[in-house]
């Protein structure tokens, strides 16, 4: 899939744990895995806001688009 | 859930009467002479004695379809409505219930012209009734199929 998400980067930037970022956007450890691997076949606007609020960065810094 | 636990019991006494039925026809035919009587009335069919054995490959293929809906509606009951394998076991069920709805229409339609002391239009009827369940069940395996990707699809949104 063209579209990578790099919530790793973000999260080294920010020097949060995976599982800290879970638990403040309320979803599980498993499905915030499923994003990271890039398995998410979508992603809700309301979890992108959330994740953005919590690490304080833009929908530009999480997802990029890289032609194949 | 219930319903299909209800589903699930019908079916299940459906086979049981099936196999106990196999058994009273396996004892009458080979181990008993009581169907000896009625074999002067096998001559005006059109396989003889061998007629009602034609019926018995028909009553098979149904008791093979209805072993995989068993199967199929088990897996529901196991995993919930929406998975691939009881999507399969319907297909194969609805297939092998086709078949036999087919071929049993076939051969009684065969009865029914050949064989002129006998008429078996009730049967044609059960004939079309099997085959309409067949094709009901490939499009509740569809439909199962097509629900299964809405969910996985679901389950993978964020």
Redesign the interface.
Known sequence: MPIVVNLDVMLTKRNMKSKDLAEVIG?TTA??S??KSG??????FS?LEAICDALNCQPADILEYIKD | MKKIQFLNGFVLLLIILYVINFLGNAYLTWFSDFLTQFEHLYENFIFGYYTQFVGLVFSIITFIGLLSVKSGLKEIIKQGFFNSISAGKFIIGGKLFLISGLLNFIFNLILLFRSEEMLFVGEIGQSFLLMIIGFSLYIISDILQNGNLLK??NE???
Do not use: G, H
């Not at chain 1, 398995?39 to 809700?44: L, N």
């Open positions: 979803i499905n915030l499923i994003l398995k998410a076949k979508a992603v809700r979890t | 996985q699809e993978l949104t964020i």
